[in-house]
């Protein structure tokens, strides 16, 4: 009896043992949500704040989009004056609707009407977009800075994305998304900058801002 009471203290002290007992807790729970998490639908991502990587991970999932064969729809908000790596890549695809819309930022243009234009002209192919079942993700970058400077309407796209094909995943980035886009979201990533290399001097470079 003491040699087995020895063997169990033994056992209970014994790191490996104690990581298998919480990693066996843990699965059971995560067994639980994957097997309650059952509802199939599309998501709305909303990918924002100050920090780098919003666009880089929403071409990441164009990227995994591509890998399961859907069709993908894209529309770049603001961005245009530079031939950026992804617009070169993805137009590769034939599964790849790729349409940059924008004119420079709007410290480059310094002309908002020119800017609305474009904003409208992207927003109707995003509408477009928005309503064709095809399109398993649609990609609207920078559209959170086009409504953030009033070049499109909130509740016009609000609206499209409450009626959009039940199956279409939509992801969304920009900085400064409206109150009301979060709300809407399934999904929101606040990215939080640390440090910038722009901050140091350092200027875009390919591959990583291009």
């Known amino acids: 009896m003491p040699e087995r009471a020895e063997d169990l ?9 104690r990581h298998r007992e919480r990693m066996r807790r843990r699965k059971a729970v995560m067994d639980a949500r994957i097997a309650a998490a059952s509802e199939r639908r599309g998501v709305l991502l909303v990918l924002t704040g100050n920090g780098k990587g919003k ?56 002309d908002r009407e020119r800017d609305v234009r474009a904003a409208e002209a992207a927003w109707e192919i995003s509408a477009a977009m928005l309503r064709d079942p095809a399109l398993a993700l649609v990609v609207l970058d920078e559209l959170n800075i086009a409504l953030r400077y009033r070049y499109v309407e909130i509740d016009t796209i609000l609206d499209t994305l409450c009626s959009r094909p039940p199956m279409q995943h939509v992801v969304i980035t920009g900085r400064g998304a409206p109150a009301e886009l ?7 990533t606040d990215m939080r900058i640390v440090k910038h290399a722009f901050d140091a001097g350092i200027g875009a470079q390919r591959g990583v801002e291009l």
């Open 182 to 188: 979060i709300e809407l979201a399934d999904t929101v």
């Open 55 to 110: 666009s880089s991970s929403a071409f990441g999932m164009v990227a995994r989009a591509l890998g399961h064969d859907m069709q993908v729809g894209v529309v770049q908000f603001i961005k245009g004056q530079y031939l950026t790596g992804e617009a070169s890549f993805f137009r590769r695809f034939p599964q790849v609707r790729f349409h940059v819309m924008g004119e420079g930022f709007t410290w480059e243009t310094q």
């Open 9 to 17: 203290s033994s056992s209970a002290a014994d790191p490996a043992s």
